[in-house]
């Protein structure tokens, strides 16, 4: 039996956790998942989902919902302890996660290995509980990491053996079953009713600075996209227009006439595939923040950790990224699309003649040999 801390809240929206949960399931590898959100749907026959109860405060004045979080509480004790001897590996998921996971193996199940899944890395000047990750690093028995950067960055600051075994495997989309989904995707072009000679751009996920936000809103505001191309936003969420930045380019939207926003559902990662072929061209744009724990080095150096990117890729999208370290170095190889510093370049591109057939093969060519995590799942799985 396998115990996955986390206290992240998009762990099943990261496809190659999903996946993980997925091929255990397809063994019947009984899996535990701790976390701290009720944020996940999905039933298992061998997987079981605890959503973590801390012990409840007595003074609180509402005695029966005290009464029942001791409950929980209590329950979720009896059951590690119960399970504790079947339990052969721990699993932390990012910082937060592995500190937990340290903390639940010392006190539940000191003689399971402990393997941290790395997704996010925190910097110590931006990360308060640095140190303590540091302490709970101490015990590893594998790391997972999506590439050779993240390893060296990973290893760096959280001061990992170098003894401790690494698996490589990028964030992206694995060969999984999932539920039969009866649903068509969107069809963009009728929705937005865009006409057959238009070339339709597609910027995905959030909207937000650190996503390169700021440069589509300049790429549209200062009219640099060309007559015969469109730009679809697509956002999981609907834009907030508390949001500065979601707000100007609600209000874009309703000015320009080559500028769309969805926020169609989408249903599973398989249907996000079908979704993006639609499109010619994506946008991956990663933005450095000073001093953040998330968007400063760790977006920097975010190699093959994107799951925008390794969807585009596994989907034939030709990609306009910017110019981060990983991007130039895959495009000089495979040659996916283009790589850029701001929107004037972005132009320039769109009104040279661009061979979409020859980008798509090229980018589908580079999810196979480079980011498809299925073989080195399994194979983490099989050492488990």
């Known amino acids: 039996m396998i115990i996955i801390v986390t206290k992240n ?11 993980l949960f997925n091929f255990l399931e397809e063994r019947k590898i009984g899996s535990v998942l701790i976390c701290k959100w009720n944020f996940f749907d999905y039933k298992f026959s061998h997987n079981k989902i605890i959503i973590w109860q801390e012990k409840p405060d007595y003074r609180a004045k509402n005695i029966f919902r005290t009464t029942r979080q001791l409950y929980i509480y209590i329950r979720q004790r009896y059951f590690l302890q119960s399970v504790s001897r ?11 996660g592995i500190i937990w996971a340290e903390e639940i193996r010392r006190k539940y199940m000191p003689n399971a290995a402990l393997d941290y899944f790395s997704f996010e890395i925190f910097w110590k000047h931006a990360y308060p509980n640095k140190e303590k990750e540091i302490c709970a690093c101490k015990g590893l028995r594998n790391i997972i990491v999506q590439d050779t950067l993240r390893e060296k960055y990973l290893r760096q600051e959280s001061k990992i053996d170098e003894n401790v075994k690494t698996f490589y495997i990028p964030v992206a989309v694995p060969d999984i079953l999932e ?15 865009i006409p057959d000679n238009k070339k339709i751009i597609l910027f995905f996920g959030t909207f937000a600075a650190w996503s390169g ?9 200062n009219n640099k996209l060309p007559d015969n191309f469109v730009l679809v936003i697509h956002s999981r969420y609907p834009f907030n227009p508390s949001d500065n930045l979601q707000n100007r380019m609600l209000q874009l939207a ?9 926020t169609d559902y989408i249903n599973s990662f398989n249907q996000t595939i079908d979704f993006l072929k639609q499109f010619d061209l994506g946008l991956v744009f990663y933005v450095s923040g000073a ?11 975010i190699g093959f950790a994107s799951g925008k990117f ?17 991007y130039m170095d895959l495009n000089k190889e495979y040659n996916f699309g283009y790589t850029v510093d701001g929107a004037d370049e972005i132009e320039d591109i769109l009104n040279t003649v661009i061979d979409y057939k020859l980008l798509s093969q090229n980018a589908l060519r580079l999810f196979k ?7 080195v799942l399994n194979k983490y799985i099989d050492q488990l």
Not at 9 to 19: A, S
Not at 213 to 221: K, M, P, S
Not at 369 to 375: F, G
């Open 9 to 19: 809240l998009d762990t099943f929206n990261n496809p190659t956790l999903f996946g």
């Open 86 to 96: 079947k339990i052969i590996t721990v699993i932390g998921v990012d910082p937060e």
């Open 179 to 193: 539920k039969p989904n009866y649903n068509k995707v969107v069809d963009i072009q009728k929705k937005f009713n």
């Open 213 to 221: 936000g700021e440069i589509v809103y300049n790429l549209i505001r």
């Open 254 to 262: 309703n000015e320009k006439t080559n500028l769309f926003i969805s």
């Open 291 to 301: 001093n953040s724990m998330y968007t400063g080095e760790n977006i920097y150096h």
């Open 310 to 326: 390794s969807q585009y890729m596994k989907a034939g999208l030709p990609t306009i990224t910017i110019n981060l370290p990983t």
């Open 369 to 375: 040999e480079k980011l498809d995590p299925t073989i």
